[in-house]
Protein backbone atom coordinates (compact mmCIF):
# COMPACT_ATOMS: atom_id res chain seq x y z
CA UNK A 1 0.00 0.00 0.00
CA UNK A 2 1.35 3.36 -1.06
CA UNK A 3 2.96 5.38 2.27
CA UNK A 4 3.83 8.81 3.40
CA UNK A 5 7.41 8.44 4.24
CA UNK A 6 9.54 10.88 5.98
CA UNK A 7 13.40 11.33 6.24
CA UNK A 8 14.93 11.91 8.52
CA UNK A 9 13.47 9.73 11.50
CA UNK A 10 15.46 11.91 14.35
CA UNK A 11 17.03 15.35 13.92
CA UNK A 12 19.11 17.00 16.12
CA UNK A 13 19.85 20.42 16.06
CA UNK A 14 21.69 23.35 18.24
CA UNK A 15 19.43 25.82 19.04
CA UNK A 16 19.38 28.96 16.09
CA UNK A 17 20.46 26.35 13.27
CA UNK A 18 18.35 25.68 10.45
CA UNK A 19 16.83 22.69 9.51
CA UNK A 20 15.01 21.25 6.49
CA UNK A 21 12.38 18.15 7.06
CA UNK A 22 11.57 16.25 4.29
CA UNK A 23 8.73 14.21 3.03
CA UNK A 24 7.38 12.42 -0.07
CA UNK A 25 3.90 12.20 -0.50
CA UNK A 26 1.59 9.46 -1.49
CA UNK A 27 2.45 9.55 -5.77
CA UNK A 28 -0.68 10.62 -6.83
CA UNK A 29 -2.08 13.00 -3.90
CA UNK A 30 -2.44 16.71 -4.58
CA UNK A 31 -2.80 18.12 -1.19
CA UNK A 32 -0.02 18.42 1.35
CA UNK A 33 -0.09 19.19 4.99
CA UNK A 34 2.62 19.52 7.89
CA UNK A 35 1.77 18.92 11.58
CA UNK A 36 2.68 18.85 14.33
CA UNK A 37 2.90 16.88 17.73
CA UNK A 38 4.59 18.75 21.23
CA UNK A 39 5.19 15.56 23.63
CA UNK A 40 1.99 15.07 25.62
CA UNK A 41 -0.06 17.70 23.53
CA UNK A 42 -2.74 17.35 20.30
CA UNK A 43 -1.53 16.92 17.05
CA UNK A 44 -1.44 20.57 15.53
CA UNK A 45 -2.03 21.93 11.66
CA UNK A 46 0.67 23.53 10.72
CA UNK A 47 0.53 24.58 6.99
CA UNK A 48 -2.00 23.30 3.45
CA UNK A 49 -0.69 23.53 0.42
CA UNK A 50 -1.77 22.84 -3.00
CA UNK A 51 -1.24 23.66 -7.01
CA UNK A 52 2.19 24.89 -5.20
CA UNK A 53 1.11 27.67 -2.66
CA UNK A 54 -0.26 28.02 0.42
CA UNK A 55 -3.61 27.48 1.18
CA UNK A 56 -3.99 27.64 4.65
CA UNK A 57 -1.68 28.14 8.22
CA UNK A 58 -2.09 27.98 11.29
CA UNK A 59 -0.93 30.76 14.01
CA UNK A 60 2.06 28.52 14.72
CA UNK A 61 3.25 29.31 10.85
CA UNK A 62 4.85 32.31 11.51
CA UNK A 63 8.14 33.84 8.72
CA UNK A 64 10.63 31.32 10.75
CA UNK A 65 8.48 28.45 8.62
CA UNK A 66 8.83 27.98 5.36
CA UNK A 67 7.28 25.11 2.83
CA UNK A 68 8.13 23.82 -0.56
CA UNK A 69 7.59 21.29 -3.33
CA UNK A 70 10.97 21.37 -5.04
CA UNK A 71 10.22 18.64 -7.61
CA UNK A 72 7.07 16.36 -8.48
CA UNK A 73 7.98 14.28 -5.49
CA UNK A 74 9.01 16.21 -2.34
CA UNK A 75 7.58 18.05 0.12
CA UNK A 76 9.65 20.11 2.69
CA UNK A 77 9.50 22.02 5.56
CA UNK A 78 11.92 24.57 6.55
CA UNK A 79 12.39 25.63 9.85
CA UNK A 80 14.78 28.95 10.35
CA UNK A 81 16.93 29.74 13.42
CA UNK A 82 14.98 27.03 15.60
CA UNK A 83 14.24 27.31 19.16
CA UNK A 84 13.94 25.60 22.23
CA UNK A 85 9.77 24.92 21.89
CA UNK A 86 10.24 24.09 18.60
CA UNK A 87 11.08 20.63 19.67
CA UNK A 88 8.15 18.29 18.83
CA UNK A 89 7.14 15.05 16.53
CA UNK A 90 6.21 16.77 12.90
CA UNK A 91 4.21 15.30 10.64
CA UNK A 92 3.54 15.12 6.82
CA UNK A 93 0.47 14.26 5.37
CA UNK A 94 -1.09 14.19 2.05
CA UNK A 95 -4.97 13.44 0.46
CA UNK A 96 -5.90 13.34 -3.40
CA UNK A 97 -8.77 15.17 -3.06
CA UNK A 98 -10.69 17.85 -0.38
CA UNK A 99 -14.27 16.02 -0.69
CA UNK A 100 -14.59 12.76 1.08
CA UNK A 101 -10.67 11.96 0.94
CA UNK A 102 -8.75 11.54 4.02
CA UNK A 103 -5.41 12.39 4.90
CA UNK A 104 -2.82 10.03 4.95
CA UNK A 105 0.34 10.56 7.51
CA UNK A 106 3.96 9.24 7.70
CA UNK A 107 5.34 8.13 10.79
CA UNK A 108 7.12 12.21 11.41
CA UNK A 109 10.32 13.37 12.13
CA UNK A 110 11.60 14.05 15.49
CA UNK A 111 13.02 17.49 16.26
CA UNK A 112 15.39 17.88 18.82
CA UNK A 113 16.28 21.23 19.22
CA UNK A 114 19.42 21.40 22.04
CA UNK B 1 -14.68 25.10 25.83
CA UNK B 2 -11.77 23.28 23.39
CA UNK B 3 -12.92 22.61 20.09
CA UNK B 4 -12.64 18.53 20.46
CA UNK B 5 -12.37 16.89 23.59
CA UNK B 6 -11.25 13.76 24.17
CA UNK B 7 -10.45 11.60 27.22
CA UNK B 8 -6.70 10.54 27.58
CA UNK B 9 -7.39 7.40 29.67
CA UNK B 10 -5.50 5.10 29.67
CA UNK B 11 -7.71 2.67 29.34
CA UNK B 12 -6.96 -0.96 29.90
CA UNK B 13 -9.50 -3.84 28.71
CA UNK B 14 -8.95 -8.03 28.84
CA UNK B 15 -8.62 -9.71 25.64
CA UNK B 16 -11.94 -10.02 23.95
CA UNK B 17 -13.66 -6.89 25.49
CA UNK B 18 -15.93 -4.18 23.69
CA UNK B 19 -13.86 -1.16 24.03
CA UNK B 20 -15.65 2.14 23.42
CA UNK B 21 -13.84 5.55 22.80
CA UNK B 22 -15.45 9.23 22.44
CA UNK B 23 -15.04 12.52 21.79
CA UNK B 24 -17.26 15.50 21.80
CA UNK B 25 -16.44 18.56 19.89
CA UNK B 26 -18.28 22.44 20.09
CA UNK B 27 -17.72 23.65 16.51
CA UNK B 28 -21.24 22.96 14.34
CA UNK B 29 -19.73 23.04 11.51
CA UNK B 30 -17.15 20.09 11.58
CA UNK B 31 -18.77 17.92 8.56
CA UNK B 32 -15.96 15.60 8.51
CA UNK B 33 -14.67 12.73 11.39
CA UNK B 34 -12.12 10.56 11.31
CA UNK B 35 -10.60 8.28 14.09
CA UNK B 36 -6.19 7.67 13.67
CA UNK B 37 -4.72 4.96 15.58
CA UNK B 38 -0.89 5.79 16.45
CA UNK B 39 1.48 3.18 17.56
CA UNK B 40 4.28 4.47 19.18
CA UNK B 41 6.95 5.82 17.67
CA UNK B 42 4.79 6.01 14.53
CA UNK B 43 2.26 8.41 12.31
CA UNK B 44 -1.10 8.30 12.65
CA UNK B 45 -2.70 5.58 10.73
CA UNK B 46 -6.27 6.32 8.84
CA UNK B 47 -8.86 3.49 10.62
CA UNK B 48 -11.90 5.20 9.89
CA UNK B 49 -13.30 7.85 7.67
CA UNK B 50 -17.27 9.34 8.21
CA UNK B 51 -19.24 12.09 7.00
CA UNK B 52 -22.92 11.85 8.20
CA UNK B 53 -24.31 10.72 11.06
CA UNK B 54 -25.39 7.14 12.12
CA UNK B 55 -23.06 4.21 11.83
CA UNK B 56 -20.34 2.81 9.47
CA UNK B 57 -18.78 -0.36 10.20
CA UNK B 58 -15.09 -2.19 9.31
CA UNK B 59 -14.25 -5.58 10.48
CA UNK B 60 -14.47 -5.53 14.33
CA UNK B 61 -14.06 -1.35 13.99
CA UNK B 62 -17.73 0.97 14.53
CA UNK B 63 -18.03 4.47 14.06
CA UNK B 64 -20.79 6.67 15.18
CA UNK B 65 -21.28 10.26 14.20
CA UNK B 66 -23.93 12.24 16.23
CA UNK B 67 -24.16 15.75 15.25
CA UNK B 68 -26.90 16.58 17.11
CA UNK B 69 -25.34 15.98 20.63
CA UNK B 70 -21.59 16.85 19.13
CA UNK B 71 -20.34 13.44 20.40
CA UNK B 72 -18.57 10.79 18.29
CA UNK B 73 -17.68 7.22 19.25
CA UNK B 74 -15.40 4.37 17.84
CA UNK B 75 -15.99 0.76 19.49
CA UNK B 76 -13.44 -1.85 19.21
CA UNK B 77 -15.47 -5.14 19.08
CA UNK B 78 -12.92 -8.76 20.12
CA UNK B 79 -10.20 -6.26 21.30
CA UNK B 80 -6.97 -7.68 20.95
CA UNK B 81 -3.19 -7.24 21.94
CA UNK B 82 -2.81 -5.59 18.64
CA UNK B 83 -4.82 -3.07 18.98
CA UNK B 84 -2.85 -1.32 22.09
CA UNK B 85 -2.19 1.96 20.78
CA UNK B 86 -3.37 5.41 21.10
CA UNK B 87 -6.49 6.19 19.09
CA UNK B 88 -7.03 9.90 17.89
CA UNK B 89 -10.36 11.55 16.66
CA UNK B 90 -9.92 14.19 14.02
CA UNK B 91 -12.06 16.73 12.56
CA UNK B 92 -12.69 19.11 9.62
CA UNK B 93 -14.90 21.73 8.53
CA UNK B 94 -15.04 22.63 4.75
CA UNK B 95 -13.82 26.09 4.76
CA UNK B 96 -13.50 26.71 1.10
CA UNK B 97 -10.37 26.87 -0.96
CA UNK B 98 -8.53 23.73 -1.25
CA UNK B 99 -7.91 22.41 1.72
CA UNK B 100 -9.16 20.65 4.77
CA UNK B 101 -7.28 21.26 7.95
CA UNK B 102 -7.70 18.45 10.94
CA UNK B 103 -8.26 19.13 14.67
CA UNK B 104 -7.69 16.43 16.56
CA UNK B 105 -8.70 15.27 20.27
CA UNK B 106 -5.55 14.89 22.60
CA UNK B 107 -5.85 11.31 22.03
CA UNK B 108 -6.59 8.04 23.86
CA UNK B 109 -4.09 5.30 25.22
CA UNK B 110 -5.92 2.37 25.16
CA UNK B 111 -4.14 -1.41 26.16
CA UNK B 112 -5.76 -4.55 25.59
CA UNK B 113 -4.35 -7.54 28.07
CA UNK B 114 -3.80 -10.58 26.82
Redesign the interface.
Known amino acids: EPE ?1 T ?1 TPSHQVTQMGQEVILRCVPISNHL ?1 F ?1 W ?1 RQILG ?5 LV ?1 F ?2 NEI ?2 K ?1 EIFDDQFSVERPDGSNFTLKIRSTKLEDSAMY ?1 CASSNG ?3 Q ?7 TRLSIL | QKEVEQDPGPLSVPEGAIVSLNCTYSNSAFQYFMWYRQYSRKGPELLMYTYSSGNKEDGRFTAQVDKSSKYISLFIRDSQPSDSATYLCAMSAWSGGSNYKLTFGKGTLLTVNP
Not at chain 1, 41 to 45: D, I, N, P, S
Not at chain 1, 102 to 108: A, M, Y
Open positions: VQYYYQKVEFSYNSESFVFNPQHFGDG
